[in-house]
């Protein structure tokens, strides 16, 4: 099994900025890629950024140039960092990991959420 720790939300006003970590630990043979999607009250969740293992970053138009989705130097770890927030911003995020467990088995694991809140 795959856990996934998050933590780095809270509350924040309108333009003001938050970073959201994210730890994988347990049975990782290798990461494919890990990200951040978040669900707003009476929404379905949503992508909001992914990186894969070389690298790669994708971002969902409404958080483009405002987000940034980083790895960090320990592995299994990544990074959200959210700038010029808005209320529109205000969500559950979720990270997302997916990969292998060994060189047969696939894992695609989530995190228990953390709660972004933006006042205007």
């Known amino acids: 099994q795959v856990q996934l720790v998050e933590s780095g939300g809270g509350l924040v006003q309108a333009g003001g900025s938050l970073r959201l970590s994210c730890a994988a630990s347990?049975?990782?043979?290798?990461?494919?890629?890990m990200g951040w999607y978040r669900q707003a009250v009476g929404k379905q969740r949503e992508m909001v950024a992914t990186i894969t293992s070389g690298g790669s970053t994708n971002y969902a138009d409404s958080v483009s140039g405002r987000f940034t989705i980083s790895r960090g130097n320990a592995k299994n770890t990544v990074y959200l960092q959210m700038n010029s927030l808005t209320p529109e911003d205000t969500a559950v995020y979720y990270c997302n990991a997916a990969g292998y467990s060994d060189l047969h088995s696939i894992f695609d694991s989530w995190g228990q959420g953390t709660q972004v809140t933006v006042s205007s």
């Open positions: 347990g049975s990782i043979f290798s990461m494919n890629a």
